[in-house]
């Protein structure tokens, strides 16, 4: 069956720490996205990537980084930089940069004590 | 005013209901409109694009209009797996292939009753 799966779907980390949360996809899609969903706000974009080796910040890039290696992956990163890290990540995927339909995945829980 | 607004509800309906949401979007140049659906604490996943002339998919119709620049969404004759955050979606850009520029609406709640 073909997807997106992220890894994991709750994470717990003290402050200070950087995590890492994985993406992967085995759709062929070109582009490939970061959001992250907070209660009372609509999905904000992270991170973004229309091909391999290329992506571009989002709206809220500070505190994040990204990689983009091989096609099917698209892991991100959150630093320590960033100052309120405890959100839902949502990674998806789009067969090319437009059209407006996008797979998701089924999301990471990320809560930092 | 905010770029995308959508009544965040809850609507509570009874099943076999018909149930209507609107969502309005602020700059006039838009080009493509989508409705998600969001289950509880999952992710969202395209229910149906929104073009000018209407789009209807079994129970489910989409509207657009652009004179006063809304998208609507009916469902007729509600189930309960209906339940849902349903999320409006606007693509801004003068570029409609540009998924980078989508605004998400931050949901409409419905609750279908038995």
Known sequence: ?113 | RKEVEQDPGPFNVPEGATVAFNCTYSNSASQSFFWYRQDCRKEPKLLMSVYSSGNEDGRFTAQLNRASQYISLLIRDSKLSDSATYLCVVNPNLNAGNNRKLIWGLGTSLAVNP
């Open chain 1, 1 to 113: 069956d073909g997807g997106i799966t992220q890894s994991p779907k709750y994470l717990f980390r003290k402050e200070g720490q950087n995590v890492t949360l994985s993406c992967e996809q085995n759709l062929n899609h070109d582009a490939m996205y970061w959001y992250r969903q907070d209660p009372g706000q609509g999905l904000r974009l992270i991170y973004y990537s229309q091909i391999v080796n290329d992506f571009q910040k989002g709206d809220i890039a500070e505190g994040y980084s990204v990689s983009r290696e091989k096609k099917e992956s698209f892991p991100l990163t959150v630093t320590s930089a960033q100052k309120n890290p405890t959100a839902f990540y949502l990674c998806a995927s789009s067969l090319t940069g437009g059209g407006g339909e996008l797979f998701f995945g089924e999301g990471s829980r990320l809560t930092v004590l």
